[in-house]
């Protein structure tokens, strides 16, 4: 196995704990934790990929990357942080306001 | 030239009204209810005058005015008169004023929004009658829907969600379909022969295969027949008009009704002849039926609005029957028994608008002796009852005794060829609508003027001046239309003779026209 | 001058209704009604007399006058124009004539009712569209006056509407006429069908002609008959007419007796071109005709109230009048009318005055004694009862006769069996209305005492009409009418081997006549012990009679609750209701639940929303897949 398969795999794998851990925990700062280990994980196989191509176009695309995420985990997390001083809780379940 | 000018202004004058109301004062209640009926009454005086201009011996559209609107779909802002529409289009005018004037003791909260949902609709109402495009129709079509839906909902009775809401999603749905025909209509004329139109004059010419015009037909025929209404389309009627404010009932019954019978014979059956031809016998029985049952159901009711409902509905089969026999004599016993209708049914309903203001119910059986107690009212009251059961000189009579000899007319070969014996046994049926016509009425009549006098709210005061001039211009134009129906079937003949030369005349790709 | 006669009694209508009652606001007084509602009917009939004289003048060609055009379809055009020949000139006479005097009776009848203005205008207007009826040229003019008579008739019998029961029996004419207007109806319309018109005397020339292979001319005349059996209270429509007594007495004398009803003859006998080719329809007519006449005479041996007696002998003479039609005399038919007109007219007002004497008892059981009270009254009565007996020589004897011989002897029909059902009529109306006169005059006293004080005379307005009315049914029967009328409505031919017997069954008749005058003698002579005896022995007979053959009954049980069940029943709760709103409202309630079921993923549960995002993820990968 190549560096590059190596790398992919570790990836993969981010990508698949986060998904997971979306799905399966209910604790809300844990998920939001899961999908910045999603995001990660496409990062790096996004990072792996560029160095293979030798452009420039790979590594700017990363750093846009990093500067959105940034952006959008400090919108993210105050506004997790705001529900959670509502709800008093960080159970997901208690998150079920747009029921039909 | 100038006439094209005007009838746009009557189309447009109780737009401008609307917009009158808008900007004037919110609770002069008074100036509201007087500049509505200026506004109206103008509108009546011009559609009179064009009345008087409308020549008898021209076929075709008079007064034109056609303007490109969206030119690249060919649809064009197109009215004109002609002998289909100028009954009908001065009836609307001529009701206009009625109902306003009829709604100025019954209506007092909202009264400006009131009236501009009046002038909305009797703006609809004129279009869809002076459309001459078929896209322009639709727009009229609709357009009368939502402030009718308005009117019941607001100003309306106890059930008026219910009622307003049945009524709106029925004609809705209807109309729904109905839009997808026009534009499958459209596409298949300019796949065929390339024109890219909505103009009437332009679609009348499509050739389309039995398969298809059935299905189109149908279509058209399903949003008609719920307007007309048709049994067994009909339930919305009954709630509609219980629930409704007088001048709600009055619109509807008057003119709105009449956009049913009026899209069948200018739109559904000459754009379809051959379907027409096959779903005759269908659409026959189910006017026959119409005639029947109404009468049949206006029998038994003891709400006083309802018998007058389900009586329109025996009305309005007539209509159908004489449409459907194209013979000239229903075609235009048709046509006057719409116009007959309508302002008989107005009368009505003006009437119990009227006794209901004094005595608020509308229950037969709180009623009696009317005629001891408020007898201007009861012989107005009589007169409009002896029309609505066809007693000749009266309006009913001429529209139903020609309907009848049409629908006669055109059953009787067959009959006697040995070839088709339903329309021979749906017209003596429909003959026996007249009886059953004089029995529900007479019922009425009965329970409401005679015998031991019974009234909530009595001393009741008999009709005010406003009144007896309101019923007594309904009256005279009974008796016009009775006595005298020459001049006024002058102008629809060769009107007549085009809808059964259209619907007579087959249509299918391939054959010559 | 046509148009003129028929519009002298519509504006008598428009303005007395008007100025006269509470719609203008009671503006006049009684002479004003009394002046324009008698003077506009006399003037009529001066007028139709003065045209009558025109007519002869002319040499009888009728005279036609056209008004103004209804309606123009296509080629055929309907016009209102009026037609004077021989047969309206005796139509119109008598319908003016006797109009006018009963007019002015009812100046003196009604002199003390609160709505005196909107009698006469009622009455002006029945006048003016039985006018229409009789001049009429085409069977759409004669439709819209035989309608509008209806409507008059409607008005007049509940009058006194405050009381229910008069009100139902005025809806209960009208709706029983419009089921023979039904039939008339159609027989119109396959006129018109055959012929482009409906003008009468086209259409009679054309079955003269020939037409009547080409349009069947029986079903024609069946249908129009049905008409006339409306119209006229033949059997099975005959229920209205003694209901509708519940009309003030001139009513029931102008409308119920000498004009309305008659119409159903006029027709036949206007029409007398298609049925002279429809002897399936002329047998009919024949059959009903003295079925009903022998029902009815059935029936008013025993009423007991003086009108509803005289209404059940005018179905009983109006069924003569039809059996003569049956058998091809119309003319004979048409003499009987008038005849009639004249003494059941003049029976109906001395009724009326005996009511008005007696403070409003129409009891013949609170009767009796009259006859030195009221003496005008009891005279001209007894004369008009002696004509309707057909006692020679009053008018009643010879209108009566020639009908019977000619159902005897005719060649169109004419039969033993037919002469002997009206022979037994004839015998029973001479029973019954003898049987009327001596229980309400004649005999002692059987009424309430404070009633018996107060009888008294009528005034001039109404004994001087009953007097000439008296004097008309005595002589009214030497005017040969049938031989008047013979150049237009010729007698039948009669069967030679019968003609020996016209002696015998003219002696026959007479006989009869005085038969019946005997028997009720005997049995009403000396008060009504020997009548009750009499009802005690066949009282099952007499309960059948007195309920009118239950007829009534039966009609509300065959046809009024179905009809009305059919109605509340099937048509509403189960069609209406049940069927199409519960199909709507299902409709809209399974919308609902759709709706219900979908909504329940929405259940606000963001792991639920990623893992349906995920699915549909996979999903869509999956299927691009296959499908790339």
């Given at each position: 196995m190549d560096r590059t398969q190596l790398l992919l795999g570790l990836a993969v794998a981010l990508f698949s704990l986060g998904l997971l851990g979306v799905i399966v925990r209910r604790n809300v700062l844990v998920m939001l934790m899961c999908m910045e280990l999603m995001l990660n994980g496409v990062i790096l196989s996004l990072v792996t990929f560029a160095q293979q191509t030798a452009t420039t176009v790979g590594a700017v695309l990363v750093f846009l990357i990093f500067v959105v995420a940034t952006a959008e985990i400090a919108l993210a997390i105050p506004i997790v942080l705001l529900l959670v001083r509502e709800k008093r809780t960080l159970d997901l379940a208690a998150y079920s306001d747009l029921k039909g | 030239m100038l006439e094209a000018l005007v009838l746009n202004l009557v189309l447009f004058l109780p737009l401008l009204g609307a917009g009158l109301l808008l900007v004037s004062p919110t609770d002069h209640h008074d100036f509201t209810r007087r500049l509505t009926l200026v506004v109206m009454s103008l509108q009546f005086a011009l559609t009179a005058w064009l009345y008087g201009r409308f020549d008898s011996s021209v076929a075709g559209l008079q007064f034109e005015t056609r303007l490109p609107w969206i030119q690249s779909w060919g649809v064009h802002y197109q009215i004109g008169l002609d002998g289909y529409n100028i009954l009908l289009v001065m009836l609307t005018a001529f009701l206009g004023p009625l109902v306003t004037a009829g709604a100025f003791s019954s209506i007092s909260k909202d009264v400006k929004l009131f009236y501009a949902m009046v002038f909305l609709i009797q703006f609809a109402m004129m279009g869809a009658f002076l459309a001459q495009d078929l896209f322009l129709f639709y727009v009229f079509w609709e357009a009368m829907l939502i402030p009718m839906f308005l009117m019941i909902g607001i100003w309306g009775g106890e059930r008026r969600i219910y009622a307003t809401i049945k009524f709106f999603l029925y004609t809705a749905f209807g109309s729904i379909l109905m839009l997808a025909a026009v534009i499958y209509l459209v596409y298949s004329l300019q796949t065929t022969s390339g024109i890219v139109s909505f103009a009437f004059a332009d679609l009348v010419k499509a050739r389309l295969p039995l398969g298809a015009q059935s299905w189109l037909l149908a279509a058209f025929a399903l949003s008609f027949a719920i307007k007309v209404p048709m049994v067994p389309l009909h339930t919305w009627l009954p709630d509609a008009h219980v629930e409704a404010p007088t001048a709600g009932s009055v619109i509807l019954a008057g003119v709105l009704l009449k956009m049913g019978t009026y899209g069948f014979m200018k739109l559904g059956f000459p754009l379809f002849p051959d379907a027409t031809a096959l779903f005759t016998p269908w659409l026959m029985s189910l006017a026959v039926l119409s005639i029947v049952y109404g009468a049949c159901l206006a029998l038994v009711q003891d709400d006083i609005k309802k018998i007058i409902a389900y009586s329109s509905i025996s009305h309005l089969g007539y209509v159908m029957l004489g449409l459907l026999s194209l013979e000239l004599v229903g075609i235009q016993g048709a046509v006057i028994q719409m116009v007959s209708h309508g302002l008989v049914a107005a009368g009505l309903f003006l009437m119990v608008g009227m006794i209901y203001e004094r005595c608020h119910t509308r229950e037969l059986a709180a009623y009696g002796g009317l005629a001891k107690l408020v007898p201007v009212y009861s012989v107005f009251f009589m007169i409009l009852t002896l029309a609505s059961v066809g007693l000749p000189t009266t309006s009913g009579f001429t529209g139903e005794f020609l309907v009848l000899l049409g629908a006669f007319k055109a059953a009787w070969p067959p009959f006697v060829l040995g070839l088709n014996h339903l329309p021979l046994v749906l017209a003596v049926v429909a003959v026996s609508g007249v009886v059953l016509g004089a029995l529900y009425m007479l019922r009425f009549a009965l329970g409401f003027l005679f015998g031991a006098t019974k009234a909530p709210h009595s001393p009741l005061s008999d009709l005010n001046t406003r009144e007896k001039t309101i019923l007594g211009l309904i009256v005279v134009a009974v008796f016009a239309l009775g006595l005298f129906p020459d001049e006024p079937m002058r102008k629809t003949e060769l009107a007549a003779k085009a809808y059964k030369q259209l619907v007579t005349t087959s249509r299918l790709p391939g054959r010559a026209p | 001058m046509l148009t003129l006669i028929v519009l002298l009694p519509l504006l008598g209508f428009l303005l007395n209704g008007v100025l006269a009652t509470q719609l203008g606001g009671n503006r006049v007084g009684k002479s004003f009604v009394t002046i324009v509602g008698c003077g506009l009917p006399i003037l009529s009939f001066l007028l139709v007399v003065k045209v009558f004289f025109d007519l002869q003048a002319g040499g009888y060609a009728p005279l036609v006058e056209t008004a103004y055009r209804w309606a123009l379809v296509g080629r055929s055009s309907f016009e209102i124009a009026f037609y004077f020949d021989r047969l309206s000139a005796v139509m119109a006479l008598i319908v003016t004539g006797v109009g006018s005097v009963i007019h002015v009776y009812s100046v003196g009848y009604m002199a003390h009712d609160k709505s005196f203005g909107r009698f006469f205008a009622y009455l002006n207007l029945f006048l003016f569209f039985m006018l229409l009826l009789v001049l009429g040229r085409s069977l759409l003019v004669l439709f819209v006056g035989w309608e509008g008579v209806g409507l008059a008739s409607y008005l007049l019998i509940g009058f006194w509407f405050e009381d229910l029961a008069n009100a139902r029996a005025g809806k209960k004419a009208f709706v029983v006429n419009r089921i023979g207007d039904a039939g008339f109806l159609l027989g119109m319309f396959v006129l018109y069908q055959a012929?482009?018109?409906?003008n009468m005397d086209s259409i009679n020339s054309a079955f003269g002609i020939g037409a009547a292979k080409v349009v069947p001319a029986s079903l024609v005349g069946i249908l129009l008959f049905i008409g006339a059996t409306g119209k006229s209270a033949q059997i099975p429509l005959h229920v209205w007419l003694p209901d509708a007594m519940a009309g003030p007495t001139p009513v029931s004398a102008l409308i119920?007796?000498?004009?309305m009803v008659t119409a159903g003859i006029y027709l036949v006998a206007r029409m007398s071109g298609v049925y002279l080719h429809a002897p399936e329809a002329s047998a009919v007519i024949a059959v009903v005709g003295v079925a009903t006449a022998f029902f009815a005479a059935t029936v008013a041996i025993v009423q007991t109230d003086i009108k509803k007696v005289l209404a059940y002998s005018t179905v009983s003479q109006l069924g003569l009048m039809f059996l003569a039609l049956g058998v091809g005399a119309y003319g004979v038919a048409i003499f009987h009318v008038v005849t009639h007109a004249f003494f059941k007219a003049c029976l109906f007002l001395g009724a009326g005055s005996v009511i008005h004497a007696l403070g409003g008892e129409q009891d013949i059981r609170r009767m009796g004694g009259l006859r030195q009270r009221i003496p005008v009254t009891f005279w001209t009565f007894a004369i008009a009862t002696a004509a309707i007996a057909g006692i020679p020589p009053l008018a009643g004897f010879f209108s009566k006769d020639e009908i019977l011989w000619f159902a005897f002897a005719s060649t169109r029909g004419g039969s033993p069996l037919l002469w002997g059902v009206a022979a037994l009529t004839a015998l029973m109306t001479a029973f019954y209305m003898f049987r009327l006169l001596w229980l309400t005059f004649m005999g002692e006293s059987r009424m309430a005492a404070k009633v018996e004080a107060h009888v008294h005379e009528s005034p001039l307005s109404m004994t001087g009409v009953l007097m000439l009315l008296a004097l008309l049914s005595a002589v009214g029967g030497f005017f040969a009418l049938p031989h008047f009328l013979e150049p237009q409505l010729p007698l039948p031919v009669v069967d030679e081997a019968l003609h020996h017997l016209e002696k015998p069954l003219l002696v026959l008749s007479i006989v009869i006549a005085f038969a019946g005058l005997a028997a009720a003698a005997y049995v009403f002579g000396a008060g009504t012990s020997r009548a009750e005896g009499l009802q005690r022995r066949f009282a099952g007979l007499h309960r059948w009679l007195s309920g009118k053959y239950f007829i009534d009954e039966l009609y509300e049980r065959l046809i009024g609750r179905p009809l009305v069940w059919l109605s509340d029943f099937v048509f509403l709760r189960l069609g209406d209701r049940v069927l199409l709103d519960g199909t709507l409202n299902g409709l809209a309630a399974l919308g609902r639940r759709g709706a219900g079921l979908l909504v329940?993923?929405?259940?606000?549960s963001l792991h639920l929303y990623a893992w349906f995002v995920l699915v549909g993820i996979v999903g869509a990968l999956l299927w691009s897949w296959r499908h790339a």
């Open positions: - | - | 012929f482009g018109t409906l119920h007796a000498a004009t329940r993923l929405q259940t606000g």
